[in-house]
T-cell receptor, first 111, second 114 residues
């Protein structure tokens, strides 16, 4: 079946530091890949997406590239802010658009 | 548009009690989903529906039942609550006509079973 593995957290960074959160996946076919973000006390929001190999999703300074050869979709941001503190989930779609999620990575950004 | 709404936001149950969580969406989406979120485990799919009157099991369906009598509503029932069902429950919806099949999530229901 489908599965998503993402790096354990928490990740603690100083403001303006570079962020990488690793995500790898196992899936049949050609899934779409997503990063969702969850701010404290809220539901999940779509951060970015990519639907085919070599696509780059981007939003709010975050980027991730769909790498089929390494089955990866790593999340990056060049300069994080305190407001980026949240939990980040990597996910992929299966049949009936069902999402398979990674376990989530908590990011804490300090001044 | 309100998007996806969930009722209630919080609930405390005693073991063996029953309850129903309500999810409503006003985006005319065909697909709806119930997930549970537990620490260190991400979100896991409980049940889902691909249209009015249809439901299917997800990854962790035991102890839950669902119904989709109207397109806009998706109900999650716990017939006899157990402490293992203490969790945060999220509802989501999407349209199969969408280009990217983005799922829209509700704000969650925090359930504690004592």
């Amino acid at each position: 079946g489908n599965s998503v593995t993402q790096m354990e957290g928490p990740v603690t960074l100083s403001e303006e530091a570079f962020l990488t959160i690793n995500c790898t996946y196992t899936a049949t076919g050609y899934p779409s890949l997503f990063w969702y973000v969850q701010y404290p006390g809220e539901g999940l929001q779509l951060l970015l997406k990519a639907t085919k190999a070599d696509d780059k999703g981007s939003n709010k300074g975050f980027e991730a590239t769909y790498r089929k050869e390494t089955t990866s979709f790593h999340l990056e941001k060049g300069s994080v802010q305190v407001s980026d503190s949240a939990v980040y989930f990597c996910a992929l779609t299966g049949t009936a658009s069902k999402l398979t999620f990674g376990t989530g990575t908590r990011l804490q950004v300090t001044l | 548009n309100a998007g996806v709404t969930q009722t209630p936001k919080f609930r405390v149950l005693k073991t063996g009690q029953s309850m129903t969580l309500l999810c409503a969406q006003d985006m005319n989406h065909e697909y709806m989903y119930w997930y549970r979120q537990d620490p260190g485990m991400g979100l896991r799919l409980i049940h889902y529906s691909v249209g009015e009157g249809t439901t299917a099991k997800g990854e962790v369906p035991d102890g839950y039942n669902v119904s989709r009598l109207k397109k806009q509503n998706f109900l999650l029932g716990l017939e006899s609550a157990a402490p293992s069902q203490t969790s945060v429950y999220f509802c989501a919806s999407t349209s199969f006509r969408g280009l990217f099949l983005e799922q829209y999530f509700g704000p969650g229901t925090r359930l504690t079973v004592t």
